[in-house]
């Protein structure tokens, strides 16, 4: 008992039965079918074992088929139509000669939504040719017989075309025709499963869609917010550069009047050394270069005054373009986050190109690419107003560094003007006071005086250059701040025009996930009909097998009749006669009766 289950053990069944539904189609068009249900009984032990009624030998399989009483209803619906071309189908028989083909139309509808395999097989000898539109999938040769093999994918309805010549008749002018075999096999379990995943790969692709959607919707915001921040900028830099502009007009006018300035301490040099010359000969010369040396005194403690007003105006616009220069960093801090999301939205993309590749969605790849493409192309435009921002972050700095060495230069000059005034003013004073008494060291005075004053004049002149360089380079400077003003503003038309299209990339997400959504309730749909269709045949297996037998195939023979009115010769001629027709009448009558006990 112990060793019969250690047997019955060792034989496995493999996974569930499979339904069998047979379908005969006969000559004149009557279906006759039947149902059963196969097993697979595997042996892996070194003893036979009996299962069921059924004895397994060792290491070998057996198919066990047994009939099943209930109706199950098909998965395919297979319908035939025979024709006969130069033949005539009568009683059960195919009178033709070696011109006649049969044609035979199969008519295949899935009652299921999903794609059935189907396989066509036909065997013939050397007697029947096939005629067949689409070549074969496969040609063995089988016990003398050739099989021909078609392998179907049947999604809707679909039609399959055959025609069967006749080469040869046999030698009692007989021959028969092959059956025409149709099986269809269908694993339930593994059409749900294959359900089950192209569920969650579309769900995955869903998922990525929206989130991506959402990346489409934020990067947009943030595209509009900028482009608001552009404007902001753009209103900035045109006033910096039509303040760097009266700034390079201030300076220019400083140059100007450095240079007048020099050259009226020259011209009071000159005098001065002129009044030495003369001052013993006149006194009211002498009162006459008090006086130019009192005015020249003030002239210098004026333009002190000036620069230092200009000292001032150099500091609030070094702050000015300090703010500026803050101002700009922040907006390439939001221009370097922009490119980071640009960066992540294009890697998004990419993600759901893949997903959709996987899935053989090539339809939605299309919006995809062009979103990739519009994104990488506003990255580049965002690296090129990064560089933008770099250069005026660096036009600013030069700026502020000449207006520095400007303000440091004129706040040398301004101590030294004033000095020279005071000095100018002493000696002024001093040649006032002490002409009457010491009227030859006034002289003496004078030329010192103009020394001086000529010293001072080489040094106004060392800072007219300076000063033109730094008016012309605050010019070139604002005209700078003034083009890249007009770049940005062509920049934010075209974001402007661009905004659109990204409408139009979300719209076409939105599109393609309702769409895939659509293909989710499909799914499900056919899922549900697949398992109602479970839950009826109660099999996770189901094989449809059609069998289309054609009728035997018997030459046509003329039997010639006799005459009403006949001599004798013709007579006797008939009596031979008629004994021949009766024997071939009855040799035909027995080639037939033999051909359908062999179908049966």
């Known amino acids: 008992m112990r060793q019969l289950l250690y047997l019955l053990a060792v034989a496995v069944f493999l996974a569930a039965s499979t339904l069998v539904m047979t379908y005969n189609v006969k000559p004149g068009g009557a279906v006759t079918s039947s149902v059963s249900l196969q097993e697979v009984l595997v042996n892996n032990g070194p003893s036979p074992v009996n299962v069921s009624g059924v004895t397994v030998p060792p290491y070998s399989a057996v198919v066990l088929e047994r009939p099943a009483q209930n109706v199950y209803p098909p998965f395919l619906a297979v319908d035939v139509d025979v024709s006969y071309v130069n033949g005539v189908y009568r009683d059960g028989v195919l009178w033709a000669d070696n011109t006649t083909v049969v044609r035979l139309l199969v008519k295949l509808r899935p009652l299921l939504p999903v794609s059935v395999p189907v396989v066509v097989s036909v065997a013939t000898d050397g007697k029947v040719a096939l005629l067949y539109d689409v070549a074969p999938t496969s040609v063995t040769q089988v016990s003398g017989s050739t099989v021909y093999y078609w392998a179907l994918l049947v999604g809707n309805y679909t039609e399959f075309k055959l025609g069967l010549r006749i080469r040869e008749f046999g030698s009692f002018g007989a021959v028969r025709l092959p059956t025409v075999s149709i099986t269809a096999t269908l694993d339930l379990n593994g059409t749900l499963s294959a359900f089950d995943r192209q569920t969650r790969e579309l769900n995955s692709a869903v998922a990525q869609l929206q989130n991506f959607s959402r990346v489409v919707s934020l990067f ?10 552009l404007t902001r900028l753009i209103q900035l830099l045109n006033l910096t550069g039509l ?50 040396l009192i005015t020249a005194a003030n002239l210098l403690e004026t333009q002190s005054a000036a620069l230092a007003s200009y000292d001032v105006a150099a500091g609030q616009t070094i702050q000015g373009l300090a703010e500026t220069r803050r101002q700009l960093f922040g907006i390439r801090s939001n221009l370097l986050a ?4 640009i960066d992540l939205a294009i890697g998004e993309l990419e993600s759901a ?22 994104l990488r192309s506003l990255r580049q435009s965002v690296d090129s107003l990064l560089g933008i921002v770099d250069s005026l972050i660096a036009i600013v700095d030069s700026s502020v560094n000449t207006l520095e060495a400007t303000r440091k230069s004129l706040g040398e000059l301004a101590p030294l003007l004033n000095s020279t005034a005071a000095s100018t003013r002493g000696n002024a004073t001093a040649l006032k006071q002490g002409m009457p008494q010491i009227i030859l060291n006034a002289s003496k005075n004078l030329d010192d005086v103009a020394a001086n004053l000529y010293k001072t004049a080489d040094e106004v002149s060392k800072y007219v250059a300076p000063l033109y360089n730094a008016s012309a380079t605050l010019r070139r400077a604002g005209d700078d701040l003034v083009h890249y003003a007009r770049g940005l503003r062509d920049y934010q038309v075209e974001q402007l025009a661009a905004l659109p299209r990204l409408g139009f990339v979300e719209s076409a997400l939105y599109n393609y996930t309702a769409e895939l959504r659509r293909q989710l309730y499909e799914l499900s ?3 549900a009909a697949v398992e109602m269709y479970l839950a009826v045949v109660n099999a996770t297996r189901v094989e449809v097998r059609y069998f289309i037998e054609l009728p035997p195939a018997m030459r046509n023979t003329t039997i010639p009749l006799p005459a009403v009115a006949t001599t004798p010769q013709q007579r006797d001629t008939m009596s031979f006669q008629m004994p021949l027709a009766i024997v071939a009448v009855a040799l035909a009558i027995t080639v037939l009766l033999v051909i359908r006990r062999e179908r049966r």
């Open 338 to 341: 922009i490119r980071q999301s």
């Open 353 to 374: 190109k893949r997903a959709l590749s996987q899935l053989n969605l090539t339809q939605g790849e299309r919006p995809l690419d062009a979103a990739i493409l519009q």
């Open 243 to 292: 303040a760097l502009g009266q700034g390079a007009s201030a300076l220019n006018t400083s140059t100007y009047a450095l240079e007048a300035l020099r050259r009226q301490v020259a011209a009071l040099g000159d005098a001065a050394a002129g009044v030495s010359q003369v001052l013993n000969r006149s006194l009211l010369l002498v009162d006459y270069q008090y006086l130019a």
């Open 220 to 229: 947009t915001e943030t595209a509009y917010g900028q482009l608001q921040n």
């Open 525 to 527: 749909t056919r899922r």
